[in-house]
Structures are given as structure tokens and as C-alpha cells.
T-cell receptor
Framework: GAVVSQHPSRVICKSGTSVKIECRSLDFQATTMFWYRQFPKQSLMLMATSNEGSKATYEQGVEKDKFLINHASLTLSTLTVTSAHPEDSSFYIC???????????FGPGTRLTVL | TQLLEQSPQFLSIQEGENLTVYCNSSSVFSSLQWYRQEPGEGPVLLVTVVTGGEVKKLKRLTFQFGDARKDSSLHITAAQPGDTGLYLCAGASPSGYALNFGKGTSLLVTP
């Protein structure tokens, strides 16, 4: 149990386009989901906290208008990278926090490459 | 942001050797977690330590939480190539359940 999926697993796009990444909790409900970004050879950096039914909370330095987060249901959060640029190329990882369990479960990540 | 410093950053050892990875902070954490991440995958939780001075064992892995709950260590006995990966420590941020990760220790175990 406690499986989190991400789609797509990898995506290549042209500079200036927008890309949507989905994060789903497959067998539990998650009122809170988190989005992290990981550059090569570096650790995970928290981008934002996504709460079902309310606006996401962004970490300092993360542009909310560029990284749009929608937590439309208890099992789905989406991250849209708008007007992507090569510097947005990274490994994006989501995690989901079950409503009744104090442990985050991580998705497998999405590799974004912006040409 | 509560900073977590991990050392060493890189470690390359031969199969059968022992190693210790350290995670240090100037802040007190209610709990610390250790994760292992393989390339192209999300991190997988190994253990959560909660009580100061706590020691937890997971097969050949031994985790310790400092008495002051500011530091933790991971000791691997008789490392195997399957232990290769990025080891990350993480602590909950003061604002909630979001995690602050250390920079990680990249471990390579060669046969």
C-alpha cells in the first residue's frame, strides 16, 4: 500500500512551452502533497506544499506564477511549469501525506528536459 | 530553514567494508528520517528516529539519533554493492510536515 505515482516519468519540451506533471496517491487519500526539485548531484529542495481545496504554499524563491500547483482532489495534485526554460530542467518529485499517517510517501519522480 | 549538513558528500568503498554517514544540524528536530535514493527514482524511507539517544537497526544498517536531537548517524556494516545509492537525512520543518533534506551522501560500493 501507500503508492504514489507520477506522470509522465520523463518529458522533453521546447523552451517557452508549458508542461504539466501529475502526482497521484493510488491507494490512500492525501490532504497534503509536496513538490520537490532535485538538480543533478544535489539533494531535494522543497518547492511548495499543496493542500487539497486551497492555494499552495510556496517556498521562498519559487515563483508561484511559473510553477502552478492545483490540488483538485484528495488523490491528485498537478504541477504545471509555465513558459519553461532550459534552467527549469530538473528532476521533479512529489510526495503525499496520508490524512491518518505521519509519513510522506514519495513518487518516482519526473525528469524534465527543456531544450 | 533548518539546515542539515551531511558528511561525507561522496564515499567509495569496497565490498565488505564498514562506513558511517553523519547528519548534523544546529537545530533541534522532533524526528529525523533517513532515505535511500537510486538514480532516476524517488527516495525510499529507511527509518525514522524520534527519541534522543535512540538506536535503530535495520539488518546491516544502524541508525542513531543524538541525545540532543540535533544529529544522527547511519552505520553500514559489511557494505554490499546493493547498498550503492544516495543516502539522505531529512527533518520536518517547523511549519509542518514538509521535509528539509540534507545534501546527501553518495555511496558507491564496488565488488
Amino acid at each position: 500500500g501507500a503508492v504514489v505515482s507520477q506522470h509522465p516519468s520523463r518529458v522533453i519540451c521546447k523552451s517557452g512551452t508549458s508542461v504539466k506533471i501529475e502526482c497521484r496517491s493510488l491507494d490512500f487519500q492525501a490532504t497534503t502533497m509536496f513538490w520537490y526539485r532535485q538538480f543533478p548531484k544535489q539533494s531535494l529542495m522543497l518547492m511548495a506544499t499543496s493542500n487539497e481545496g486551497s492555494k499552495a504554499t510556496y517556498e521562498q524563491g519559487v515563483e508561484k506564477d511559473k510553477f502552478l500547483i492545483n490540488h483538485a482532489s484528495l488523490t491528485l495534485s498537478t504541477l504545471t511549469v509555465t513558459s519553461a526554460h532550459p534552467e527549469d530542467s530538473s528532476f521533479y518529485i512529489c510526495s503525499a501525506l496520508p490524512a491518518v499517517f505521519n509519513e510522506q510517501f514519495f513518487g518516482p519522480g519526473t525528469r524534465l528536459t527543456v531544450l | 530553514t533548518q539546515l542539515l549538513e551531511q558528511s561525507p558528500q561522496f564515499l567509495s568503498i569496497q565490498e565488505g567494508e564498514n562506513l558511517t554517514v553523519y547528519c548534523n544540524s544546529s537545530s533541534v528536530f522532533s524526528s529525523l528520517q533517513w532515505y535511500r535514493q537510486e538514480p532516476g527514482e524517488g527516495p525510499v524511507l529507511l527509518v525514522t528516529v524520534v527519541t534522543g539517544g535512540e538506536v535503530k537497526k535495520l539488518k546491516r544498517l544502524t541508525f542513531q539519533f543524538g541525545d540532543a536531537r540535533k544529529d544522527s548517524s547511519l552505520h553500514i556494516t559489511a557494505a554490499q554493492p546493493g547498498d550503492t545509492g544516495l543516502y539522505l537525512c531529512a527533518g520536518a520543518s517547523p511549519s509542518g510536515y514538509a521535509l528539509n533534506f540534507g545534501k546527501g551522501t553518495s555511496l558507491l560500493v564496488t565488488p
